[in-house]
């Protein structure tokens, strides 16, 4: 790896300070580490809720006799983490990639490892298809069914770091791939798609348009600096409006495909209290303050364990 520079050390502006990945890690590979995001877990949770959601509400509904064996179950689980956890980290690298010459401009995220030399392209391509590989096992687990709507989602994971260039609804792009889990969540258990996984994927949708959006605000002036495009610029002081719409729309999206699946009750108890987490994040925004912003952003995974919680419960009552 002789054609990297200022490896080891270099610090990243946006970083997590004193996590793991910078104190444990050999100083070689903690730039790799700082290209897939390891120090901010938030990036995977949101891409492994529909996940478990949908796994959750296939077993919770599946008729007697249906099931795999519990131990197939818990794998599966624990693949979905591994896999949003190695792919989550494919899509930065490779969103790294194609916005090196953008992150270049932007002070939170000039001193990352590509934009500060840290590791070159060739490395952080050969690093990119590590990961690739890592989803790939994860991914070859499951049924046939569910291998195939996998690979479907690659075309949208693919062309989302170019959206923002073209369109002010890169957020839309972004919750079509990372709520994609919601489908091979379900397909995992059933071995083919039905109505209430379709319901839940579109609820994960909204959510992620307005939980990025609440991001996108921290990067707004940078944004139009660089002429690059966001519902967050394209909302401006209506994101209060915006967001009270989208999660409304995902409650409703979530509460029809509890009620078309037949789960019980604590699901829906679950569905509520995420309701009223996301109403409270609209009365607290400041979308002029950054740090505001990136605190109620992460604090989506309340949500994601709030439904999570009321699905898992579901199953024994």
Known sequence: MKDQATLGEGRVADAVRGHWADTLLPAWFRPYARLSRLERPIGWWLLLWPCLWSLTLAVSTAQSGTLPPIEHILWYGFAFWLGAVAMRGAGC?????????????????????????QVSRRFAGVWLAAQLLIGLFVLLQFNSYTIWLGFASLSVVAIYPFMKRITHWPQLVLGLAFSWGALVGWTSITGQLALAPVLMYLGAIVWTIGYDTIYAHQDKEDDVMIGVKSTALLFAENTRAW????????????????????VSWPAFVGLAVAGLHMG????????????????LFRSNTQVGWIIFAGLLVSIWL
Request: proline share 3%.
């Open 243 to 262: 967001l009270s719409l989208f999660y409304a729309v995902m409650v409703v999206c979530m509460a029809a495909c509890f009620a078309v699946s037949g």
């Open 280 to 295: 409270w994040q609209i009365w607290k925004l400041d979308i002029d303050n950054g740090g505001q912003c990136l605190a």
């Open 93 to 117: 690298t490779y969103n790294d990639i194609v916005d090196q010459d953008i992150d270049e401009k932007v002070e939170r995220t000039r001193s990352r490892p590509l934009p500060s030399h």
